[in-house]
């Protein structure tokens, strides 16, 4: 069964305006930590944001942040005042608690393309 | 964050051949991980590897095709063995350096001609 499903294949965003990216996950240990990533053309993994299943506040970075919804199991990331440089592959991710050796699962990404 | 490097940044090969991708870290891991991206595809784990003990591989994944080495806390190399084109990927490695972050190198292109 897929843990991590990322349905929007790929998105347009208006330069300056927030971008929301959908990621639903799929897990029954209680304890997980969602990850988020920004892969641009030259191919390198950015980290961006994580947040843990038992942290109490939504995570933020900077024009990061996730809309963590525990019981529907999304964690969605918001782009806020999208910039050209923003333009790349989005990841969501998934460790499941301390007996998946902190392996990460993956989703199929998101394309964001930001249009001046 | 982790300073991670790799060598190469890419490469093209011809079938046949082997290719050993290296990580370098500037601290102290005790686990590395190694993930595949073929072309328009996420990323997929090879292998976790441990200094002092053999490397697991996930399932699709052998120790003949994918060799890895971790003689040390800060060093690791995947050797991806008789390349074929469906070897054309990039590869990451990544060093567990806390549980609330994954940092990954910059990645080697590989591609299989």
């Known amino acids: 069964a897929q843990k991590i499903t990322q349905t929007q294949p790929g998105m347009f965003v208006q330069e300056k305006e927030a971008v929301t990216l959908d990621c639903t996950y799929d897990t029954s240990d209680p304890s997980y930590g969602l990850f988020w990533y920004k892969q641009p053309s030259s191919g390198e993994m950015i980290f961006l944001i994580y947040?843990?299943?038992?942290?109490?506040q939504n995570a933020t970075e900077g024009r990061y942040s996730l809309n963590f919804q525990k019981a529907r199991k999304s964690a969605n990331l918001v782009i806020s005042a999208s910039q050209l440089g923003d333009s790349a592959m989005y990841f969501c991710?998934?460790?499941?608690?301390?007996?998946?050796?902190?392996?990460?699962?993956f989703g199929a990404g998101t394309t964001v393309t930001v249009r001046a | 964050s982790a300073v991670i490097s790799q060598k190469p940044s890419r490469d093209i090969c011809q079938r046949g051949t082997s290719l050993t991708i290296q990580c370098q870290v500037d601290?102290?891991?005790?686990?590395m991980f190694w993930y595949r991206q073929q072309p328009g595809q996420s990323l997929t784990l090879i292998a976790t590897?441990?200094?002092?003990?053999?490397?697991?591989?996930e399932s699709g994944f052998v120790i003949d095709k994918f060799p890895i080495s971790r003689p040390n806390l800060t060093f690791s190399t995947l050797t991806v063995s008789n390349m074929s084109p469906e070897d054309s990927s990039i590869y990451l490695c990544s060093p567990l350096t806390g549980v609330r972050e994954q940092f990954f190198g910059p990645g080697t292109r590989l591609t299989v001609l």
């Open positions: 991710a998934m460790r499941e608690g301390l007996s998946n050796d902190y392996k990460l699962s």
């Open positions: 590897a441990n200094q002092g003990s053999e490397a697991t591989y």
């Open positions: 947040q843990g299943s038992y942290d109490q």
């Open positions: 601290s102290q891991v005790t686990m």
